[in-house]
């Protein structure tokens, strides 16, 4: 009997690999356990219920995306990652934008797991289907703001300083939490503009 390999399962395949080489060596070990304690969460958590509620292959590859995204901020840390540097130089920017540009990501390829999800589940219809995901997302962005900064009270100055990431800007959290918001509401739209891509 020939065994069929599902989309979730090449795409937690690629995400194992993936992240057991960024665990390698990275730039601050401890730093690097921080950033991952919530990924890990986040991976047991779908692998425990994905019996009982299956994203489509659309949000586990969006999710994938992020998780990969992400993988890469712990093993640098996200102040430190070269691809940050480079467009930093490339664009004359005053920071390494990478810790930005995954805080976008993590509106933009996050939002539209939580709105198949609250649609499903939830039998979200209309103006709720919209605004929901939307705040959710930016409550989940907030959250997670709040725990950097708990966490960052809790270990070493150093290591709270590489956790946060904030680069010496005091609005670091704040406009974190704007650019998923910005990428939150621009899926949001394309979710409008192409109904047949992003059908739920």
């Given at each position: ?8 399962h ?64 712990a ?9 940050g ?14 810790d ?60 709270g ?21 910005g ?18």
């Open positions: 009997m020939q065994t069929r390999i599902s989309v979730p090449v795409l937690l395949i690629w995400y194992v690999v993936w992240w057991s080489l960024l665990a390698i060596a990275p730039l601050d070990r401890k730093d690097w356990a921080l950033e991952n304690a919530l990924a890990l969460v986040l991976v047991g958590t779908l692998i425990a219920t994905h019996r009982r509620f299956r994203f489509s292959s659309l949000s586990y590859l969006l999710i994938t995306l992020f998780m990969t995204l992400h993988a890469v901020g093993h640098y840390t996200y102040a430190e990652v070269p691809l540097f480079w467009l930093k130089d490339i664009l004359s920017l005053s920071r390494n934008p990478f930005r540009i995954v805080h976008f990501a993590f509106g933009f390829l996050l939002v539209y797991p939580l709105k198949e999800l609250l649609v499903r589940t939830g039998h979200v219809r209309g103006f709720w289907a919209v605004y929901l995901p939307i705040s959710g997302t930016l409550a989940q962005s907030g959250l997670f703001e709040v725990v950097e900064a708990i966490v960052a009270q809790l270990v070493s100055p150093d290591l300083a590489a956790y946060l990431g904030t680069q010496g800007d005091e609005w670091d959290a704040q406009k974190d939490m704007a650019a998923a918001l990428g939150a509401v621009l899926m949001t739209i394309l979710v409008r503009l192409f109904p047949h891509t992003f059908r739920i």
